[in-house]
């Protein structure tokens, strides 16, 4: 079993930062990309940023230049940096890894989900 664990969102003021964290356990024998995206009420979950094995960055042009995407492997971890915060940036945030399982193969997991809320 695989399980993503995500941390790290709150309540921030516009033009504040915070960093989001996801990590992964269980029987993991390789993670390709890692991703995140977001989700605001009314609104379809979308591509915030992913990371491939590569090191490779994709983002989405909502925020280029204020979000960076990080993974640290050996601890099957991500990180999304957010800076220069904005209302809009209001979402409940996601991540997505790419796993293969001990024996497996590759499928996507997601995490539970972590509010990120930015008063104006």
């Known amino acids: 079993q695989v399980q993503l664990v995500e941390s790290g969102g709150g309540l921030v003021q516009a033009g504040g930062s915070l960093r989001l964290s996801c990590a992964a356990s269980g029987s993991i024998a390789r993670i390709g990309a890692m991703g995140w995206y977001r989700q605001a009420p009314g609104s379809q979950r979308e591509l915030v940023a992913i990371l491939t094995t590569a090191s490779s960055a994709n983002y989405a042009d909502s925020v280029k230049g204020r979000f960076t995407i990080s993974r640290d492997d050996a601890k099957n971890t991500a990180y999304l940096q957010m800076t220069s915060l904005k209302p809009e940036d209001t979402a409940v945030y996601y991540c997505?890894?790419?796993?293969?399982?001990?024996?497996?193969?590759?499928?996507?997991?997601w995490g539970q989900g972590t509010q990120v809320t930015v008063s104006s």
């Open positions: 997505k890894f790419l796993i293969r399982r001990w024996g497996g193969f590759f499928e996507d997991y």
